[in-house]
Nanobody
């Protein structure tokens, strides 16, 4: 069982930056980790993922160049650095994990473990 705890959300003006953290109770190098987000009335959408077996990262196209996902395996923590934030980035951001497999996934279903979410609000 893996427990995930997100932190770092908050209110920021458009163009600003935030860093989200996700602390895992297990060893992050054994897991593929991902960030998803969900705005009110919308489905949960993929933001970024990092593989546990080598650290390759993947991003939703609209976030490439603005968001960076990284991991600190010694601290069992993954991060999401968000720059040039836009009002449309407003959502609850969730950290997710699944045991590293052959593929990574951009949909929520294959992920076994989820954090409680952290709210990010970007004002215009």
């Amino acid at each position: 069982q893996v427990q995930l705890v997100e932190s770092g959300g908050g209110l920021v003006q458009a163009g600003g930056s935030l860093r989200l953290s996700c602390a895992a109770s297990g060893r992050t190098f054994s897991y593929d980790m991902a960030w998803f987000r969900q705005a009110p009335g919308a489905e949960r959408e993929f933001v970024a993922a990092i593989r546990g077996n080598g650290g390759s990262t993947y991003y939703e196209d609209s976030m490439k160049g603005r968001f960076t996902m990284s991991s600190d395996n010694a601290e069992n923590t993954v991060y999401l650095h968000m720059n040039n934030l836009k009002p449309e980035d407003t959502a609850v951001y969730y950290c997710a994990a699944r045991l590293t497999g052959r593929y990574y996934y951009r949909t929520p279903g294959p992920y076994d473990y989820w954090g409680q979410g952290t709210q990010v609000t970007v004002s215009s």
